[in-house]
C-alpha cells in the first residue's frame, strides 16, 4: 500500500496499484478540485491528451513513492 499526495494539494491518498490510487483520488478531486476539472475543456481529443498526460506525470509519482 502507497500513500501519495494530490497533485494539486496536501491531500494524501492510499492505494494499493496506480489504478487504486487513482479511483481513491476521484471523489477527493470532484470535491475539492472541481473547477480545475471544469477549466480541463476543450474538443475530445485535447482531454484525452490532458489525462494521459497527467495519467504518466501521476504514474510515475506514484511508482517513485
Ligand atoms: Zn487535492
Redo the contacts with the bound molecule.
Sequence with gaps: MKTLK?D??D?EVQGETFEEWMNALKP??GE??ADVMKSHSGSEEEMKTQMNKWMSENKARFDAA
Design positions: 494530490c494539486l494539494c491531500h477527493h478531486y475539492a478540485h
